[in-house]
Nanobody, 127 residues
């Protein structure tokens, strides 16, 4: 069973940047779609971004409207990692962020489509 470990969270001022990393141990990373979700305590997880399997000609990406054009999701199949680059952070981006793996090949946007989850990393953007 794959184990997912997030890193890179922290506290920044609004307008600042963070890059989250998710390292996966075990399983066949290149066969999984990777996703990022976030959650405020007491609320359900919210989809942030997803990246499907790498192909020669295409890689499927999906973003929540709230982060589209700001955040960038990526993956490195040689390093078994996925990254979420978050520039121009806003206070409303403050949450616990989780990476997750699900069946490929397409990007996926709902919790139910994912099987394995990390423990989460906290992101705080303050004014």
């Amino acid at each position: 069973q794959p184990q997912l470990v997030e890193s890179g969270g922290g506290a920044v001022q609004a307008g600042g940047s963070l890059k989250l990393s998710c390292r996966v141990q075990g399983g066949t990373f290149y066969t999984y779609t990777m996703g990022w979700f976030r959650r405020t305590p007491g609320k359900s997880r919210e989809f942030v971004a997803s990246i499907g399997l790498s192909t020669r000609t295409n890689r499927c990406l999906s973003y929540a409207d709230s982060v589209k054009g700001r955040f960038t999701v990526s993956r490195d199949d040689n390093k078994n990692t996925s990254e979420l680059t978050m520039p121009s952070l806003k206070p409303e981006d403050s949450d616990s962020y989780y990476c997750t793996e699900g069946a490929g090949p397409a990007a996926r946007t709902t919790e139910q489509e994912y099987s394995y989850w990390g423990q989460g990393t906290q992101v705080t953007a303050s004014t």
